[in-house]
């Protein structure tokens, strides 16, 4: 039996896919989402240049988790699949992320150098686990 109640995907862009942005797995209170590269709202992958790719990425992942009803406040892990890595391009998304993640509680993170990324054009993925806030109840209710 495939119960798939225990989901419920998050998508928040136009384009078709065949994979969810997102997922929140339900009663965990756990977000977890697919890799995001830097496309605009229409799905369109931005390349004028690696910081607006990496800014793209960002606000693709800002996008999703809207959708799921978190921000970045809720990130707790950061993972990114980089093509070519270089000193020049971790100065970039630090930079960037910068303007995205908290310095106070920065999430747990890991960089990870490739040689390319499926869609050859895209040089940054990343991807994050969140944490779904509990409301908090009285004692009893």
Request: charged share 20%; hydrophobic share 40%; no cysteine.
């Amino acid at each position: 039996m495939n119960d798939t109640s225990a989901l419920r995907t998050i998508n928040s862009y136009a384009k078709k896919s065949s994979f969810s942005q997102g997922v929140i797995l339900m009663g965990s209170g756990v977000f977890v989402s697919s890799g995001h590269v830097g496309v605009d709202e229409k799905g369109d992958l931005v390349t004028s240049s690696l910081e607006d790719e990496v800014i793209a990425v960002f606000e693709s992942l800002r996008r999703t988790l809207n959708a799921a009803g978190l921000g970045f406040q809720h990130v707790a892990r950061v993972s990114y699949y980089i093509a070519n890595l270089d000193a020049e391009v971790m100065d970039v998304i630090r930079r960037v992320r910068a303007s995205y993640l908290s310095a106070e509680t920065p999430p747990a993170s890991t960089a990870v150098g490739i040689t390319r990324l499926p869609d050859s054009d895209a040089r940054v993925e990343v991807e994050v686990i969140a944490v779904i806030p509990v409301t908090p109840t009285k004692f009893g209710e």
